[in-house]
């Protein structure tokens, strides 16, 4: 069974639009879950990540995710979209219970448009 | 520039070769994370070290292994190499934590095995 799926390959939106990228995972128990981002030729770059607490979590670059534990879902989030945060992005999600289970979903591309 | 620093930057081998890929991880930090990204299988997590000693433990082959050094560097080392192990090969590194830790990533190590 997929641990973390991301539904979407690929997300286009226009600048100054509200951009959602989703995010749901199938890890038992309480999860650690992250978003990282890839542009390219380079590494992961850490956005933001839900440890526990506040479901709302905000991050880097004007970015945030919401932690929904009914619906297994972490979908990261920005208000307004700027052509610079096109790039590929990655939900992660680790077992609290086992450092063993960690994975990162399939990626999605998100193009922002002028 | 995370701070984390990996060599080479480029491989090209042949099959049933060996290769060792090393990694640098930011000062302070005692975690480093090993993770395979090719088309096919998408980001994987291999394994992760801390401070010396094996923490956790992915889909990492038999044919891989790899090592946290005194100095805390990081190798990884990747035997009777096949086709299929053409890959970005990344490490990271964290803080010490309770496995929620913020990931530093390194710039990558692009293998290709002919």
């Known amino acids: 069974a997929q641990s973390v799926a991301q539904p979407e390959d690929q997300v286009n939106v226009a600048e100054g639009n509200p951009l959602t990228v989703k995010c749901t995972y199938s890890v038992s128990g309480n999860p650690y879950l992250f978003w990282y981002v890839q542009y390219p030729n380079r590494g992961l770059q850490f956005l933001l990540k839900?440890?526990?607490?506040?479901?709302l979590v905000k991050g880097s670059y004007g970015f945030e995710a919401e932690f929904n534990k009914s619906q297994t879902s972490f979908h990261l989030k920005k208000p307004s979209a700027l052509v610079s945060d096109s790039a590929l992005y990655f939900c992660a999600v680790r077992d609290k219970g086992n450092f063993n289970k960690f994975y990162f979903g399939s990626g999605t591309k998100l193009n922002v448009k002028p | 520039d995370s701070g984390v620093t990996q060599t080479p930057k480029h491989l090209i081998t042949a099959t049933g070769q060996r290769v060792t890929l090393r990694c640098s991880p930011r000062s302070g930090d005692l975690s480093v994370y090993w993770y395979q990204q090719s088309l096919d299988q998408g980001l994987q997590f291999l394994i992760q070290?801390?401070?010396?000693?094996?923490?956790a433990k992915g889909n990492i082959l038999e044919r891989f292994s790899a090592q946290q050094f005194p100095d805390l560097h990081s190798e990884l080392n990747l035997s009777s190499l096949e086709l299929g192990d053409s890959a970005l090969y990344f490490c990271?590194?964290?803080?010490?934590?309770?496995?929620?830790?913020?990931?530093?990533f390194g710039p990558g190590t692009r293998l290709l095995v002919l």
């Open positions: 990271a590194s964290s803080a010490p934590g309770q496995g929620g830790e913020t990931q530093y």
């Open positions: 839900y440890i526990t607490g506040d479901n």
């Open positions: 070290y801390y401070n010396g000693e094996e923490r």
